[in-house]
């Protein structure tokens, strides 16, 4: 079956009406090394923010967490690296900030790992030679992403 809106410009073009423009999907920012430095600053941030959660929790709670921030803190590394071939200094690090209650931190983490696995997976074909790297980040990113959503479920 067909969806409504290819199926709306099928028919269209069947008509010979003018096809409507389609809105574009966001496209990632061109890959460069400030791009680099802020893939690394989400990462550095993400191991920030579990290690955080991860001190209020007990028991499976509190190991998941500290396993996300281990992996954060491995793709920082890596995203050290790039930055510092890109541009031949270490990105600065990020600026702490607080987080909230548990179930709403876990809440907004989901939805920074979600957006950060699809703009990875947008910048790795344009990242050229570090593209593996990034490419490895939008999978990193996306296991996050379920690990958190089987969390908030547990914690609701």
Do not use: N
């Not at 009406?17 to 999907?25: F, G, K, M, R, S």
């Not at 699809?118 to 939008?138: K, M, N, S, T």
């Amino acid at each position: 079956m067909m969806d409504p809106a290819r199926e709306a410009a099928v028919w269209a073009r069947v008509r010979g009406e003018q096809p409507q423009e389609q809105p574009q999907a966001p496209t990632a920012s061109p890959w460069s090394a400030e791009t680099a430095a802020a893939l690394y600053q989400a990462e550095a941030a993400a191991a920030y923010t579990y290690q955080r959660l991860a001190g209020r929790c007990r028991g499976s709670l509190r190991r998941s967490l500290l396993g996300l921030a281990q992996e954060a803190a491995a793709q920082r590394r890596s995203l050290e690296a790039v930055v510092y071939l890109l541009q031949g200094t270490r990105p600065p690090q990020p600026r702490q900030e607080p987080c909230g209650g548990l179930a709403a931190a876990l809440r907004d983490a989901f939805q920074r790992e979600a957006s950060g696995a699809e703009e990875a997976f947008a910048l790795a074909p344009q990242a050229g030679i570090h593209g593996e790297i990034i490419c490895r980040l939008g999978k990193s990113r996306e296991a996050r992403a379920r690990t958190l959503f089987c969390l908030v479920r547990s914690v609701l």
